[in-house]
């Protein structure tokens, strides 16, 4: 079954950087349009950003953009998400997916909870 496996979340101060992970596995990855979500507390989760099957196409929040950048690695089924100039409404778990145009097709993996401290 499908896998989605979220990591390098944590506490950072505004103004910082980090890198989220996230590794894919029992779907064809190569070909996927991937995407980033996250979820405040008590908040919906909502879309983040978008990379295409070869990177050649990005998409990303308004809230987000000129922050974040994301990328991937076909060769090693992961998609990644990195965060600069972070800011306290960064504050959420994060979730990577599979996607058709915002749209996640998988059930969610477990996330990775990022932190941003005033």
């Known amino acids: 079954q499908v896998q989605l496996v979220e990591s390098g979340g944590g506490l950072v101060q505004t103004g910082g950087s980090l890198r989220l992970s996230c590794a894919a596995s029992?779907?064809?990855?190569?070909?996927?349009?991937m995407g980033w979500f996250r979820q405040a507390p008590g908040k919906e989760r909502e879309f983040v950003a978008h990379i295409s099957w070869n990177g050649g196409s990005t998409y990303y929040a308004d809230s987000v953009k000129g922050r974040f950048s994301i990328s991937r690695d076909n060769a090693k089924n992961t998609v990644s998400l990195q965060m600069n100039s972070v800011k306290p409404e960064d504050t959420a778990s994060y979730f990577c997916n599979r996607v058709v145009g915002r749209a996640p097709l998988y059930n969610w993996g477990q996330g990775t909870q990022v932190t941003v401290s005033s």
């Open positions: 029992s779907f064809t990855f190569s070909t996927a349009t």
